[in-house]
């Protein structure tokens, strides 16, 4: 049985919230689909042996507009930029360390010109000031571009591998070694076993896993949103599946798995704490990212106090937010993006949590 997260103060939503009639009917649709069994499953629990006292970490996804604007503007400074602004404002306060997931280039949805921006076009005049503040500040893989949803699904090796060298290949480019994070969040989470393979064999450290009990997707497309049952369908790898997403509550409560995904069992281990799964079949370490804690801008400023509250008793506490957002010619604009960064980090600081890079965990 699916049950919706239970929060302390029972009026805070996400803010795309599905009524509550289509959640009980895509539950009870989900629940008579064929259940499945584990994607890993050979796999050998480990825990970092260094990490002492609490620690924390932060991604911002879907990131290509902020270079966009320093190819056009080229400010004397790239801490000019609002958005870079506010996260060195963060790191300067409250100790906070960022990892930014890119796209290659911007898309088409944004317009054809608009399409045309790659990061081959993303000058190198601010490569030194990159280079200053790579203690604190990554940039990291996520896709090659926005859409379409899900990428990453039923991708195949040389996907994969194509788009991390071409990401890495402009970073290094433009700022430099030693700025290339190494934990994945996949675009949209669902990475294929060859992806996962590909993205070891780059040099991955840690990769992102979905969590809960896996169902077979059987066609039925009216359970998935947006037009994400024909991206299951679409080059459709075995291990593709559905999954009802921990806590549900949103627009894509039924949402589709690739072979980055743990079961419940799984998933307890691995969540908020220094665990990861060592996966003996591919050699990849998977884990939960997430742990409770809110993608800021699924929720009200007034709200991210109260949520947060309830993950501050994680050994490891990671929490995230997308760019788009922070872009005033975006039609989901969030004009107070910045407060909701400077408000959740401060909680995390004055909990006494430390900020560090993901991939800082896995030492073995």
């Known amino acids: ?77 790239c801490w000019d930029h609002h958005l870079l602004s ?96 190494k934990a994945v969040t996949p675009h949209w989470g669902p990475m294929s076993k060859e992806g996962c393979i590909a993205l070891r064999d780059c040099g991955a450290k840690a990769i992102w896993c979905s969590g809960g009990k896996r169902y077979e997707y059987a066609g039925d497309r009216t359970l998935l949103p947006y037009g994400h049952g024909m991206r299951i369908e679409n080059f459709r790898k075995p291990e593709t599946a559905l999954f009802w997403r921990p806590g549900g509550g949103d627009d894509i409560s039924v949402s589709a798995c690739g072979y980055n995904h743990l079961l419940p069992e799984q998933l307890a281990i691995t969540r908020g704490t220094y665990n990861w799964l060592y996966d003996k079949e591919t050699g990849c370490n998977f884990m939960a990212f997430g742990c409770g804690a809110p993608c800021l801008n699924l929720f009200r400023l007034e709200d991210i106090p ?37 408000t959740a980090v401060k909680m995390v600081h004055d909990a006494g949590y430390e900020y560090f890079f993901i991939e800082d965990k896995i030492d073995w």
């Open 86 to 181: 506010a996260f060195r404002e963060a790191h300067e306060k409250y100790g906070l360390k960022a990892q930014f997931n890119v796209f290659y280039r911007n898309d088409f949805y944004y317009g054809a010109r608009g399409a045309e921006f790659t990061l081959g076009d993303m000058p190198d005049i601010w490569r030194d000031e990159f280079q200053a503040a790579k203690d604190w500040f990554r940039f990291g893989f996520h896709s090659y571009s926005e859409y379409p949803d899900y990428p990453w699904i039923n991708a195949s090796y040389d996907d994969v591998k194509f788009t991390w060298d071409a990401i890495t290949r402009e970073v290094e480019r433009f700022a430099g070694p030693g700025m290339f994070a």
């Open 1 to 77: 049985m699916f049950e919706a997260k239970k929060m302390k103060n029972q009026d805070i939503r996400n803010v795309r919230s599905e009524p509550p009639e289509l959640q009980e009917r895509k539950r009870r649709a989900l629940e008579s689909a064929k259940e499945l069994g584990p994607t890993i499953a050979d796999v050998e629990l480990r825990r970092t042996r260094v990490i002492k006292g609490n620690r924390a970490a932060f991604y911002l996804d879907d990131v290509i507009f902020v270079f966009r604007d320093l190819a056009r503007e080229k400010p004397k400074s």
């Open 306 to 342: 109260a949520i947060m509250r309830n993950v501050l008793d994680k050994e490891f506490l990671i929490h995230a937010t997308h760019e788009e957002y922070w872009f005033k010619h975006y039609f989901a604009y969030q004009p107070d993006s910045r407060e909701k960064l400077l």
